[in-house]
């Protein structure tokens, strides 16, 4: 019988390769997978609409005679949002608000400065023209990716935002549509897909070209925007959604059962790992699996995350346990324990640290503020959420005066002259001050 949930110990011989195994993930896809991209991709940038919406009728049924039928208009978005629940409604802009607020913080802002010989040096902040961002539609529905892609963009000063979003059979979902209302979208297409992505890479007569693509969406549209990256900007390569819980072992351990299926109902190929020193707490975290997982409606996704990648390990001490915690780089990480703050100077990798017992992960999905859209598979190592700095641009000033120019020319002449490009030295040469 496979077991629920994996049980390992850290000081259990081959430990390390049962680790390996169980964190291996290849954002890599098949053959078949990579050869239909390439088709579809093609297809859209050589035929533009009409190859748009022969995809879309046929992958999402949606019997559209024209690729004009694609777009839905600003005043459908204004009456998804003002049509829904009250309690929906709030609780939608009360996300949009904090998600706003926190990503203000992160502005930046244009510099310069200028050097005793009056030269100015400095760097010009400038947001990306238009931007597309990718709404999963299908399996769920997430308003909150609208929120997360949409407002850092908003806030960054791009001037047009464009979101994609597959509506299976025509059928829309009413919180997308009032996110995109309340974050500011101002184009929202009914496409997804490799397709989808191409549109927005070569832009066809109805879908503008994009300088950016973001958000996240299936191993098509993750193997399109790997392809399309170099013509177009793209967030990352996002793999499943993982949560790393490190506890102390004195909290609920219903709600660390709860916190591990929080991701684990994401999709089969999810992450769920729990490291505690205590072996009684994984026990009793063992058995509120058992008990609580036959509660949840998608109960079939959560057992297969949890049996083929989910893990509860034992760890000797809290130095073994940060240790884990920087070798896996997770997406989230959670520190159930009352002295969370405490561990920071020692954590290095990690997309976003939950800290404390009344921090759950699925806070910061929704409404905590800062972005859900998070690295992924260890890329934490090297990446951060998406922000405000994935919306703009950075530009370089540098203006010499008389005197600096003179002054930089000579080195610059000895170091072109160094590297054999003549015309190099001798353009900085003619600005030399003649004795």
Request: proline share 5%; aromatic share 6%.
């Given at each position: 019988?496979?077991?629920?949930?994996?049980?390992?110990?850290?000081?259990?011989?081959?430990?390390?390769?049962?680790?390996?195994?169980?964190?291996?993930?290849?954002?890599?896809?098949?053959?078949?997978?990579?050869?239909?991209?390439?088709?579809?991709?093609?297809?859209?940038?050589?035929?533009?609409?009409?190859?748009?919406?022969?995809?879309?009728?046929?992958?999402?049924?949606?019997?559209?005679?024209?690729?004009?039928?694609?777009?839905?208009?600003?005043?459908?978005?204004?009456?998804?949002?003002?049509?829904?629940?009250?309690?929906?409604?709030?609780?939608?802009?009360?996300?949009?608000?904090?998600?706003?607020?926190?990503?203000?913080?992160?502005?930046?802002?244009?510099?310069?400065?200028?050097?005793?010989?009056?030269?100015?040096?400095?760097?010009?902040?400038?947001?990306?023209?238009?931007?597309?961002?990718?709404?999963?539609?299908?399996?769920?529905?997430?308003?909150?990716?609208?929120?997360?892609?949409?407002?850092?963009?908003?806030?960054?000063?791009?001037?047009?935002?464009?979101?994609?979003v597959p509506t299976p059979g025509g059928e829309s979902?009413?919180?997308?549509?009032?996110?995109?209302?309340?974050?500011?979208?101002?184009?929202?297409?009914?496409?997804?897909?490799?397709?989808?992505?191409?549109?927005?890479?070569?832009?066809?007569?109805?879908?503008?070209?994009?300088?950016?693509?973001?958000?996240?969406?299936?191993?098509?549209?993750?193997?399109?925007?790997?392809?399309?990256?170099?013509?177009?900007?793209?967030?990352?390569?996002?793999?499943?959604?993982?949560?790393?819980?490190?506890?102390?072992?004195?909290?609920?351990?219903?709600?660390?059962?709860?916190?591990?299926?929080?991701?684990?109902?994401?999709?089969?190929?999810?992450?769920?790992?729990?490291?505690?020193?205590?072996?009684?707490?994984?026990?009793?975290v063992y058995h509120s699996i058992e008990r609580l997982?036959?509660?949840?409606?998608?109960?079939?996704?959560?057992?297969?995350?949890?049996?083929?990648?989910?893990?509860?390990?034992?760890?000797?001490?809290?130095?073994?346990?940060?240790?884990?915690?920087?070798?896996?780089?997770?997406?989230?990480?959670?520190?159930?324990?009352?002295?969370?703050?405490?561990?920071?100077?020692?954590?290095?990798?990690?997309?976003?640290?939950?800290?404390?017992?009344?921090?759950?992960?699925?806070?910061?999905?929704?409404?905590?503020?800062?972005?859900?859209?998070?690295?992924?598979?260890?890329?934490?190592?090297?990446?951060?959420?998406?922000?405000?700095?994935?919306?703009?641009?950075?530009?370089?000033?540098?203006?010499?005066?008389?005197?600096?120019?003179?002054?930089?020319?000579?080195?610059?002449?000895?170091?072109?002259?160094?590297?054999?490009?003549?015309?190099?030295?001798?353009?900085?040469?003619?600005?030399?001050?003649?004795?």
């Amino acid at each position: 019988m496979t077991e629920l949930i994996p049980r390992l110990d850290t000081s259990v011989a081959g430990f390390d390769k049962r680790l390996q195994a169980l964190l291996a993930w290849e954002a890599v896809s098949d053959a078949g997978v990579q050869q239909a991209v390439t088709e579809i991709v093609t297809r859209v940038r050589r035929e533009g609409d009409a190859a748009l919406l022969e995809y879309s009728n046929r992958f999402d049924g949606l019997g559209a005679t024209e690729a004009s039928a694609l777009e839905i208009h600003a005043a459908r978005l204004e009456a998804a949002y003002k049509n829904l629940p009250e309690a929906q409604r709030d609780a939608l802009t009360a996300a949009r608000d904090r998600v706003r607020a926190y990503h203000e913080k992160q502005k930046q802002d244009s510099w310069q400065y200028s050097e005793a010989d009056g030269t100015v040096l400095g760097q010009k902040i400038t947001p990306l023209d238009r931007v597309g961002i990718y709404v999963p539609g299908g399996k769920a529905s997430y308003p909150s990716s609208v929120l997360m892609n949409a407002l850092p963009a908003r806030v960054a000063g791009v001037r047009e935002i464009i979101m994609v979003v597959p509506t299976p059979g025509g059928e829309s979902n009413e919180l997308v549509l009032a996110a995109a209302h309340l974050a500011g979208v101002d184009r929202v297409f009914t496409i997804g897909g490799a397709q989808a992505v191409a549109a927005l890479a070569y832009g066809t007569a109805t879908v503008p070209r994009v300088d950016k693509i973001v958000g996240p969406g299936n191993i098509y549209v993750a193997t399109a925007k790997r392809m399309v990256f170099g013509q177009v900007g793209i967030d990352m390569i996002a793999g499943p959604s993982e949560i790393l819980v490190y506890c102390d072992g004195l909290t609920d351990p219903d709600w660390i059962a709860m916190d591990l299926f929080s991701q684990a109902e994401h999709d089969e190929q999810a992450q769920a790992i729990l490291l505690s020193e205590d072996e009684n707490f994984l026990d009793q975290v063992y058995h509120s699996i058992e008990r609580l997982l036959p509660t949840l409606a998608r109960q079939d996704i959560v057992r297969t995350s949890l049996s083929t990648r989910g893990a509860l390990i034992l760890v000797r001490d809290r130095e073994e346990a940060l240790g884990l915690i920087n070798q896996i780089a997770p997406e989230h990480l959670e520190l159930s324990m009352d002295d969370a703050e405490s561990l920071l100077p020692d954590i290095r990798h990690a997309g976003a640290i939950f800290m404390g017992r009344f921090t759950p992960e699925a806070l910061g999905d929704y409404c905590a503020g800062p972005n859900h859209v998070l690295p992924t598979s260890g890329t934490a190592r090297f990446s951060s959420p998406l922000g405000v700095y994935d919306f703009q641009k950075r530009s370089s000033l540098i203006g010499c005066s008389v005197q600096g120019a003179s002054m930089l020319a000579k080195v610059a002449s000895v170091l072109a002259r160094g590297e054999s490009l003549e015309a190099h030295a001798r353009s900085a040469e003619y600005r030399i001050i003649k004795p």
